[in-house]
């Protein structure tokens, strides 16, 4: 999973980070730096989605295969 700080003021984002902390820690330099400590209005710590495990894949192929056995028996 990755992480991303976003500043809505600044429109600017962080590098993707595989860590909540390292997030926070992105956060806290940009406030520090760019705002004076200040609180940016809606700024926040987004994650990510990845990509897909090798779990989500099989399940994915398996969903599609009983679809694809579903439609097959439909029309014999």
Do not use: F
Request: proline fraction near 4%.
């Amino acid at each position: 999973m990755a992480y991303r700080y976003r500043c809505r003021i600044c429109r600017t984002s962080s590098p993707a980070v595989t860590s909540l902390a390292e997030a926070r820690t992105a956060r806290d330099h940009h406030r520090a730096v760019a705002h004076g400590g200040h609180l940016p209005d809606g700024d926040a710590i987004q994650r990510e989605a990845g990509r897909p495990t090798g779990h989500q894949l099989v399940v994915g192929v398996a969903v599609l295969l009983v679809l694809a056995v579903i439609g097959w028996l439909r029309t014999h």
